[in-house]
Structure formats: C-alpha cells, structure tokens
C-alpha cells in the first residue's frame, strides 16, 4: 500500500484510477516513475504535479541507462472492481520490470500518477497519486517493482 497519498489526490485516488480504466478521456494513463529523493514525505505530499515534483531541489526523476517510465493504459491495469463484501476498493496494476537499469543513480522511491492525456507529453498536467519507498541500487540488471498483494492503493 502506499506510503501515502498526496493531498491533491486525496479522496480522488480511486476515481482517476477509473477514468483510466473506463478510457475516459481517451489517452489517460497512469504513469510510474522512479525517484531519487532527500526530502520528506511533508514537503513531498504538498506536491500538486508530476513537474513539482521534478522542480524539489531535494528531488530528481533516475536518468539512468535502460530507464524509462512506464504508461499504463486501461488495457494495462486491472478492472476496477469495488469489494462490497469488504465494503472497500482495492487498487491494483500488475508488478512492472524496468530492463537492464544501469548503475548510477540510486532508486529511493516510486510514485504512482494519473496523466489525463498522455499525447501532450507534459508533466505539469500529471497528477502524483501515491508514493512509495522503493529502495534499490541499480547494477545494470533488470528491477521489478512488485505491487503490495492487496494493491498499490486501497479506500476503504
């Protein structure tokens, strides 16, 4: 599950996960980018686009060799499905492998974002979601961000 989620997306998560889901509007996605970060998760949190992110002076997307962010359309991500048994909604995308990550930049942090239209190419009309401790030095083998079993996010 997520370490936590930004307050821009508070109460939203499961929402823009569906839009995804349903492919409304056409070309979102949900986006996963890997980060090398100093700051804390307070200042993160405030955070309103994938571009403010990117504009922390504590902060930095990874540049290493064979990275490359994911996109994930509706075709890519599991059903939205609320649980009415458990009276929640689990959110989940399938584990992903980022191949052959060179050595450099070490990896501190995953986050999860909705991208309305993935045509434009911006990252200021990227919205951050989640974010998640992801821990890892690159070596140039291949890295596979493994989803919780539960999912990345759960509203419950």
Do not use: C
């Not at 056409?26 to 949190?45: P, Y």
Request: aromatic share 8%; proline share 3%.
């Amino acid at each position: 599950m997520a370490d936590f989620v930004f307050n821009i997306a508070k109460g939203r998560v499961a929402e823009l996960y569906n839009r995804v889901d349903s492919n409304d509007p056409t070309n979102s996605v949900l986006t996963v980018v890997l980060w090398n970060t100093a700051a804390t998760d307070a200042t993160l949190k405030d955070l309103d686009t994938v571009a403010a992110i990117e504009a922390d002076a504590s902060t930095a997307e990874i540049t290493n060799s064979g990275y490359a962010r994911k996109s994930l359309t509706d075709a890519d991500i599991v059903a939205f499905a609320p649980d009415d048994t458990n009276d929640r909604v689990d959110l989940d995308i399938p584990d992903q492998t980022f191949t052959a990550v060179a050595a450099g930049t070490a990896i501190t942090d995953v986050s999860i974002n909705y991208d309305n239209d993935s045509t434009t190419g911006t990252d200021s009309n990227q919205v951050p979601l989640t974010w998640h401790d992801f821990a890892v030095t690159p070596d140039g083998s291949d890295i596979v961000l493994q989803i919780a079993a539960a999912g990345f996010f759960r509203a419950s």
